[in-house]
């Protein structure tokens, strides 16, 4: 076969089990945000119901996407489903919230180790702008607007790490502490993380790795505080 032919039989190859699986994939993905982020903002709340024909038509897509996306959220501890009974929001865990604290904090401690050799100035100043914009929606109380900040801050370094495994470890379970976060995030606690973001990044233009990651390790530590006020106010120990 000549090379023409090579191209001739590419260039005729029929693909009808590929049409439509781009689209089908972001429909998917993208009700499994809406649901997810509508859980972490407390649009729906811990114990709500959740009917799939409501999904269906707040979403506008059909029940599969609906259906595989709550199926996503079961497994990252933010809706309970009893077949044949109910699907809802899952109350807020204390054991949860513990396991999803401790992966995160090690996987953020990973990020950074594999991020900062390379760093570049750019990513520094993507990191600074972020963590003025943190400082300005706590000063605001915008716990939303902060968590999206924090997100970007942290964002960084999980992107300038290329883990594709780390960054799903990051995104199964930290809409868990997401939620904890509006919390935290609506008080005065939260102050502090402005200070420790900017510890780090002193850390990471000092190009200290291990007290970069130590930093960043702490930073998410931090929220076993809360984690336990979760947990003396009586809040669910979890199965």
């Known amino acids: 076969m000549t090379g023409a032919d090579v191209r001739d039989a ?19 993905e993208d009700a499994y945000r809406a649901i997810r982020d509508a859980i972490v903002d407390g ?10 024909a409501d999904l269906v038509e707040w979403l506008g897509v059909s029940r599969t996407p609906v259906r595989e996306a709550l199926a996503r959220l079961e497994q990252a501890g933010l809706v309970q489903t009893k077949p044949g009974r109910y699907t809802m929001v899952s109350p807020l865990d204390v054991r949860a ?32 702008t972020a963590n003025r914009r943190f400082a300005d929606a706590l000063q605001r109380d915008d716990a939303d607007a902060a968590i999206a900040a924090d997100d970007d801050f942290h964002g960084v370094l999980v992107t300038a790490s290329a883990n594709d495994a780390l960054r799903e470890v990051l995104e199964r379970y930290t809409p868990v502490l997401r939620r904890l976060e509006r919390l935290r995030f609506s008080s005065l606690s939260g102050r502090d993380s402005v200070a420790q973001h900017e510890r780090i990044i002193a850390l990471c233009a000092a190009g200290d790795v291990d007290g970069a990651a130590a930093a960043n390790r702490a930073n998410w530590q931090t929220l076993a505080a809360l984690i336990d006020d979760l947990a003396e106010a009586g809040g669910p120990a979890g199965p």
């Open 10 to 28: 590419v260039c005729g190859m029929p693909v009808p089990g590929g049409r439509g699986l781009v689209a089908r994939s972001l429909l998917r």
């Open 43 to 52: 649009t729906l709340a811990p114990g709500e119901r959740l009917v799939d």
């Open 97 to 128: 919230a513990r396991n999803a604290q401790s992966v995160t904090a090690v996987m953020h401690e990973l990020a950074t180790r594999e991020a900062l050799p390379n760093l570049s100035a750019t990513e520094l100043d993507a990191m600074r």
